[in-house]
């Protein structure tokens, strides 16, 4: 089991950006694929972001392509995702999800085995 936790959340203006952490433990080396969540109230929990540790590097959801940028260390300690051009729409809860599964769509919580306790993003306008 992979333990995570998330940090960096915060409130700001829209246009402004933020850095989010997500430090793992445990059994790391488990660890194929880190995921990066947010789930705004009323809605489903959707895929921002993920890190392919079996060579595929980074990916990116449509919603945030551009904007976001998702980086780690090769010990698969901390990931970060770094937030900028950030919009009222991205305000939400952010996950970060660590799987230790192949051939799944990355974009699906639904893939992920282990899961931090969230960091609140706010973006006003």
């Known amino acids: 089991q992979v333990q995570l936790v998330e940090s960096g959340g915060g409130s700001v203006q829209a246009g402004g950006s933020l850095r989010l952490s997500c430090a793992a433990s445990?059994?790391?080396?488990?660890?194929?694929?880190m995921g990066w969540f947010r789930q705004a109230p009323g809605k489903e929990r959707e895929g921002v972001a993920y890190?392919?540790?079996?060579?595929?590097?980074?990916r990116y959801a449509d919603s945030v392509q551009g904007r976001f940028t998702i980086s780690q260390d090769n010990a698969k300690k901390t990931v970060y995702l770094q937030m900028d051009s950030l919009k009222p729409e991205d305000t939400a809860m952010y996950y970060c999800?660590?799987?230790?599964?192949?051939?799944?769509?990355?974009?699906?919580?639904?893939?992920?085995?282990?899961w931090g306790q969230g960091t609140q993003v706010t973006v006003s306008s």
């Open positions: 999800a660590a799987s230790p599964w192949v051939g799944r769509n990355w974009f699906l919580p639904v893939n992920y085995n282990d």
């Open positions: 445990g059994y790391t080396s488990s660890v194929n694929y």
């Open positions: 890190f392919d540790y079996r060579g595929g590097g980074a």
